[in-house]
């Protein structure tokens, strides 16, 4: 790869696009991962995410960025976020330094992961993705359309979101099952029974919380 007067050769690390690229990054950074202390340790390439006490979340943080001084990674703290409740008060200055993040407004890796602005947001982005693709898709096949809504831009991010973050009773659920009702007999030449369009806009039970 030539940029301006270098060279930067192949052989100098994973390359984007490099399929054996993930596996590499993460079996160098696993060892580190390991040794943390935290009671939630996830890992997603270059993405983690820690969570318990102040204490063990702040020395975990100091292991990565030394650890990581060493093989040459180094912490984005722009893209850092720190996650906790609006009273919550963190004394450490790295944490600090770390964007804040109200618990309505969470996500990770792309589901909100509690009732709020967040959530909304994501079933306001679903229904729109929707309307643009079934209004797109009158220009291709019925078949055709029906492979894409089935496997693109339907189905998958909805069941990410249902399993990431249950919205019992969300207002939006009603929109989108209006909109995937009305724009699959169209586009898809498939009419749904009436059964099946009910059921589909049954309400979601609550979760309960089972009390010791």
């Known amino acids: 790869m030539f940029f301006s007067s270098y060279i930067v050769f192949s052989e100098e690390g994973p390359q984007q696009g490099d399929p054996i ?5 993460s079996n160098t950074i ?4 390991s040794s943390l202390e935290t009671s939630l340790n996830l890992g997603n390439v270059d993405n983690v995410t820690l969570g318990g006490t102040v204490k063990a979340v702040a020395s975990d943080v100091a292991k990565i960025v030394k650890a990581g001084t060493e093989i040459g990674l180094s912490l984005n ?3 850092c976020e720190f996650i906790a409740h609006k009273d919550f008060q963190v004394d450490d ?3 600090q330094s770390f964007h804040r993040v109200e618990l309505e407004d969470v996500s990770l890796l792309g589901a909100p992961l509690f009732p709020g602005a967040e959530l909304d947001t994501a079933w306001d982005d679903r229904c729109e993705d ?3 693709a079934a209004d797109r898709l009158s220009a291709i096949g019925a078949q055709d359309a029906l492979i ?3 496997s693109s831009f339907s189905a998958p991010k909805v069941l990410h979101l249902l399993r990431c973050c249950p919205p019992a009773d969300h207002p939006v659920l009603g929109r989108h099952c ?9 586009h898809t030449s498939l009419e749904p029974p009436l059964r099946q369009v009910r059921q589909q806009k049954l309400p979601l039970p609550a979760r309960r919380s089972v009390l010791p």
């Open 30 to 33: 696993h060892p580190v991962l």
């Open 21 to 25: 690229g993930p596996l590499l990054f």
């Open 148 to 150: 894409l809504l089935r």
């Open 178 to 186: 209006n909109l995937s009702a009305s724009r699959l007999p169209t």
């Open 77 to 79: 703290v722009s893209k």
């Open 130 to 132: 929707l309307t643009r």
């Open 93 to 95: 200055a790295l944490l």
